[in-house]
């Protein structure tokens, strides 16, 4: 295992400890916002792990001590950071839990089509080698319905949000069929529609309405608070 561009983060390489770069542009990087806080804390100590040995990464068993964490949370973790890793090594990483899935969803899969996909249960940590697909195109129906900002394009990059939503969804409530994803779903976006908040309908500090658009709810963080009813009136 190797960090991508790794030249980018060394200096002065030749100190004793290693030093390394943490860029600003981390800031705007929307991967690194999708993280989860144990992923992105895992990725901060994959990079200095790294600096002790030009950038590679130790096996799975040795990084594992190393991050003080048991062999199948590092793969999970890891699995989660191929933004920053060599796909090869991630691949290879997955292949003894998992057959590779990619991360968006197309046009042309159909709604049995299944995802073979490593992921962790919020309490058991149990794997789950089978998952629902994302009904992608159906989901931005009902979130339409409820008369929530149009979207007019579901590009790679808002697909790709929506299949982790979705992913999140599984996670939590164990996805018994494509229906109730679906209506989950139609429960956060009504909860949204019904948000004086978050459909504009109250001004914010400067005076101005403000709606929650699908790129701001498909953000992990906000979906979550959403779905949690942090926004319901009453409550914001």
Not at 37 to 45: E, F, G, R, S, T
């Amino acid at each position: 295992m190797e960090i991508k561009n790794w030249s980018k983060f060394q200096h002065f390489k030749d100190r004793k400890p290693p030093w390394v770069k943490l860029y600003r542009d981390l800031l705007d990087d929307i991967e690194w916002h999708e993280l989860d806080p144990k992923a992105a804390k895992v990725l901060v100590m994959l990079w200095l792990i790294a600096s002790e040995d030009d950038g590679k990464i130790p096996p799975i068993k040795q990084l594992a001590f190393r991050l003080r964490m048991s062999e199948k949370d590092t793969v999970v973790c890891v699995s989660k950071l191929s933004h920053w890793m060599k796909q090869d090594d991630i691949k290879a990483i997955s292949e003894r839990y998992q057959d590779d899935a990619p991360e968006t969803e197309t046009e042309t899969e159909t709604e049995t089509e299944t995802e073979t996909e490593l992921f962790v249960e919020t309490d058991t940590s149990v794997i789950n080698p089978k998952r629902i697909s994302c009904p992608c195109d159906e989901i931005l129906n009902v979130y339409h319905e409820e008369s929530l900002p149009r979207v007019l394009m579901l590009n790679d990059t808002r697909r790709k949000h929506l299949v982790s939503r979705w992913r999140d969804v599984d996670a939590e409530d164990d996805l018994k069929s494509k229906e109730e994803g679906i209506e989950i779903f139609r429960q956060i976006f009504r909860q949204v529609h019904k948000s004086d908040f978050l459909s504009g309908r109250t001004q914010n500090r400067n005076g101005r309405a403000w709606k929650a658009s699908f790129d701001w709810l498909m953000m992990p963080t906000n979906f979550l608070k959403v779905a949690e009813g942090q926004y319901d009136n009453g409550r914001n």
